[in-house]
């Protein structure tokens, strides 16, 4: 079963719980895994690889890696306001270029009431 996940790729968010290593710090999100329930947030969580050279001439050793932590952990920081927020949906009316009027599903604050897009 696919996971309904709060955030998007870009997003930038606030880390509200986990290892004490990790918590409070802020990052954008890179990759969405909503199989899991999942997200790799920029510069937060990290795990060793060690990587054996495979050719002449390319270095091994031990990388750092950002891992995927649980989409319930972080908490979208509004972009108007600024703040860690919980956020609604809203169902606007948008015209496309044809002008007909298309529903849009749209992420909205709950602390200043902007919209997130």
């Known amino acids: 079963m696919i996971a309904k996940v709060h955030v998007k790729k870009n997003d930038q968010v606030v880390v509200i719980s986990g290892p ?6 802020q990052g954008k ?7 899991s329930g999942k997200v790799i947030v920029e510069g937060v969580a990290y795990v060793s690889k060690h990587q054996k050279s ?3 001439g390319q270095a091994g050793g031990i990388y750092q890696k950002e891992r995927a932590i649980d989409a319930s ?3 979208l920081i509004c972009p108007k306001c600024g703040k860690a927020t919980r956020t609604s949906h809203k169902v606007t009316l948008s015209e496309n270029e044809k002008g007909e009027q298309v529903k849009k599903n749209v992420r909205v604050c709950k602390r200043c009431n902007a919209e997130i897009e």
Do not use: A, D
């Open 20 to 25: 004490e290593s990790i918590k409070g710090k």
């Open 29 to 35: 999100i890179l990759t969405v895994i909503p199989k």
């Open 54 to 56: 495979r050719r002449q």
């Open 73 to 75: 952990n972080v908490m």
